[in-house]
């Protein structure tokens, strides 16, 4: 009886081996088992724990190649067992390495243009968003050409003559300022010599308020 069951096991396994060391010299290529089931599975009906079974036959009998990486392990064909290739059929292979580069080259440039024209589109305005802009455009103008217009026709405009003069009062209170803020320092540093407390405990019981406490910053001399 278990010679009865063994026949078919062994056949299939057989079968099963057959196709995949037909399709690993065929493709020359690595696989893994997964990737291997995965391209035979539809066309040949082959089962995983098939495929990763005859596998690992074929590589225990040298007819292809095994190699682990980490948990997992890639089949390839044995290279000795496949027919050399005549000078014929390399310099062929080799003008189509030759023309597949080219076209490889050209194929990267041209991603490299459309990846440049792309960029350049996706960072432009839309039209629905261009005419917005234009819109918003449109009436600021119109509210700066109203505004300009308003201070043309206005009768309050200042003439030189009263300008220089408020420049020239200006600079007469900021200097009155800076002379005053002065003397007031330099007393104030007198009297905190012999004052046992800090100085933000002196002006505060003084009541006295900075130029700083208000934020208010003295213009620099012209």
């Known amino acids: 009886m ?33 990737d291997a089931f995965g391209n035979l599975q539809r066309e040949h009906g082959l089962g995983k724990a098939a495929v990763v079974k005859a ?12 190699k682990a990486y980490g948990k ?13 290739a005549s000078d014929v059929e390399l310099r062929g292979l080799d003008g189509e390495i030759t023309a597949l580069s080219a076209k490889v080259q050209a194929l990267q440039q041209s991603c490299r243009q459309m990846e440049a024209e792309l960029k350049d589109l996706n960072s432009s305005m839309t039209t629905p968003e261009l005419a917005r802009e234009t819109e918003e ?6 509210s700066y050409t109203e505004k300009l217009e308003r201070i043309k026709s206005a009768t309050n405009h200042v003439t030189p003559e009263e ?15 800076r002379r005053r803020k002065r003397m007031a320092t330099e007393l104030l540093e007198a009297i905190l010599e012999g004052y046992p ?4 405990q002196f002006f505060e019981e003084v009541g006295i308020e900075t130029d700083e406490d208000h934020n208010v910053t003295l213009p620099a001399a012209p």
């Open 2 to 34: 278990s010679k009865g069951r063994e026949g078919p096991a062994a056949g299939g396994g057989a079968a099963a081996a057959a196709v995949l060391l037909r399709y690993l010299q065929e493709q020359n290529r690595p696989y893994s088992a997964q």
């Open 55 to 66: 596998l690992e036959q074929l590589a225990q009998q040298g007819r292809i190649r095994e």
């Open 72 to 84: 997992q392990k890639i089949y390839f064909a044995d290279q000795e067992q496949l027919p050399a």
């Open 137 to 142: 455009l449109r009436k600021d103008c119109a």
């Open 163 to 177: 300008k220089e003069k408020v420049c020239s009062e200006q600079k007469l209170y900021c200097k009155e300022w």
């Open 197 to 200: 407390k800090s100085k933000k």
